[in-house]
């Protein structure tokens, strides 16, 4: 293979999601966005070459001038491809590594292909494994369907198992939306107790739509209109299944304030753990997060590459890492307009908000409504992340200055406990005998903490 291009610009790492299925899933699930992508490519096997896959590797990790690389496989479902291909790409990683250089594997799965095949071949090259679970049985079920409209609950239960089995590392990524969003406690201590997770992303599901393909969009994406693919980041409107922005903030804000008082640095909620860092001062470890995007793209089965898994649409395709090495299609001035975008686009309402260092307009592909005065391209979710920001202003300023005296964070929970205790006490000494008990029991006070 040729040399590696040099750049000038050329970020020394990135992020890039390989589709090694491209869009194919043993699944349904009603609210996935990227079923529809297979009308990109019409009459494709959707199956990564092993030539083009040796290409990656090599492409990926010689594009890389920094110590560690992530080489993350996503889909639809990455798991079609086989145990054999997966085994290749290990193949592949080791023939090209640099000397020092560590690859970190991961991979985001629906779980139910999982085996104990699989997880033995997981633990053994130290797989990330994500799994996709929206909380309880009736609360995943309602739209993580098989192909059939089955139910999926107990099949990716029983993938987990494995994982479990095998002793592999696992994280939980939680789609947020009309099911779930009104169950943040319910959903949470689900993922904490049962589940096991200590590492949990939430992702909030929002189905764009204009007045034409609403209808549409509402039973499925996986369909057409006069033979002209739907397109997820098309229109204003959003589907039934989709989360409201003020119940989203409602539901961060809950399942918050349960974790700051008893699981601080026991279970990691990846939005609480990024918000940290913004009032810490640190730079944003998310890219919605960021003030600025372009270093996180993904790639098709056939080697396409694209600005980000959300813009998986012609207007984004940079190229194919079979014509153009990675390096150029990464630094190349589409691209790095692509992220400076995401500050350029920023309306007023949004330069001037109290939050923008924690928010920075989230995620451009969110960003189609108007602001109070007009002005377009403020995000969906504006209101409940504005809700939720300023919720946790007071903890997160109590954890960084814990930070700043070299004492750890988890000092919170006693903090608050202590609060707590201080102003039951109070209400107490205010409380009648026959007035509703403080503590939030529901019982008068004298059949309460009253009795004594």
Not at 260 to 280: E, K, N, P
Not at 334 to 360: I, S
Request: aromatic residues 10%; contains cysteine.
């Amino acid at each position: 293979m040729e040399a590696t291009p040099q750049i000038e610009n050329a970020p020394p790492g990135f992020h890039i999601l390989a589709k090694p299925t491209g869009a194919t899933c043993n699944l349904d699930c009603t609210y996935c966005f990227f079923l529809s992508k297979e009308m990109l490519y019409p009459g494709s096997r959707f199956r990564m070459a092993d030539e083009l896959l040796e290409k990656y590797i090599h492409q990926l990790i010689e594009s890389h001038r920094i110590p560690e690389v992530t080489i993350a496989w996503q889909g639809g479902e990455p798991t079609l491809m086989g145990l054999d291909f997966f085994q290749r790409t290990i193949e592949y990683q080791n023939k090209y590594k640099k000397p020092g250089m560590h690859i970190q594997n991961t991979i985001q799965t629906n779980g139910v292909l999982l085996d104990d095949e699989w997880a033995a071949f997981f633990k053994e090259n130290d797989f990330l494994v994500g799994i996709s679970i929206d909380g309880p049985r009736e609360m995943h079920d309602a739209y993580r369907v098989d192909k059939g409209g089955e139910p999926t609950f107990d099949r990716v239960i029983k993938g987990l198992g494995y994982l479990k089995k095998h002793e592999v590392d696992f994280n939980v990524l939680t789609t947020v939306h009309a099911a779930n969003g009104d169950h943040p406690v319910e959903v949470y201590r689900f993922l904490r107790d049962e589940v096991g997770a200590e590492f949990i992303q939430l992702i909030p599901i929002i189905e764009r739509g204009t007045p034409e393909s609403m209808p549409v969009a509402n039973k499925g994406w996986s369909e057409t209109i006069e033979g002209r693919p739907l397109y997820i980041n098309d229109g204003s409107m959003v589907t039934v299944r989709s989360i409201r922005a003020e119940q989203y903030g409602t539901f961060l804000i809950g399942i918050f304030d349960e974790w700051v008082r008893s699981d601080v640095a026991q279970v990691y909620v990846q939005i609480f753990d990024v918000s940290l860092g913004s009032w810490v001062g640190a730079p944003p470890a998310l890219c919605i997060f960021s003030p600025t995007c372009g270093n996180a793209l993904a790639m098709e089965h056939n080697g396409d590459v694209y600005s980000c898994d959300h813009f998986v649409e012609p207007n984004y395709l940079l190229g194919n890492i079979e014509d153009t090495h990675m390096i150029e299609l990464v630094a190349s001035e589409k691209q790095r307009q692509f992220g400076k975008d995401k500050f350029e686009t920023l309306p007023q309402y949004c330069l001037d908000c109290d939050v923008r260092f924690a928010c920075h307009g989230g995620c451009p592909k969110n960003r189609f409504i108007e602001t109070p005065d007009g002005e377009p391209g403020l995000n969906y979710l504006c209101a409940g992340y504005k809700n939720f920001f300023h919720h946790i202003d007071r903890p997160m300023k109590i954890m960084s200055d814990l930070l700043r005296q070299n004492r750890a964070p988890a000092e919170i929970m006693v903090i608050l406990e202590k609060e707590e205790e201080a102003r039951l006490e109070e209400a107490f000494s205010n409380t009648r005998r026959n007035e509703p008990c403080p503590c939030g029991s529901g019982k008068k006070f004298k059949q309460c903490h009253g009795r004594s």
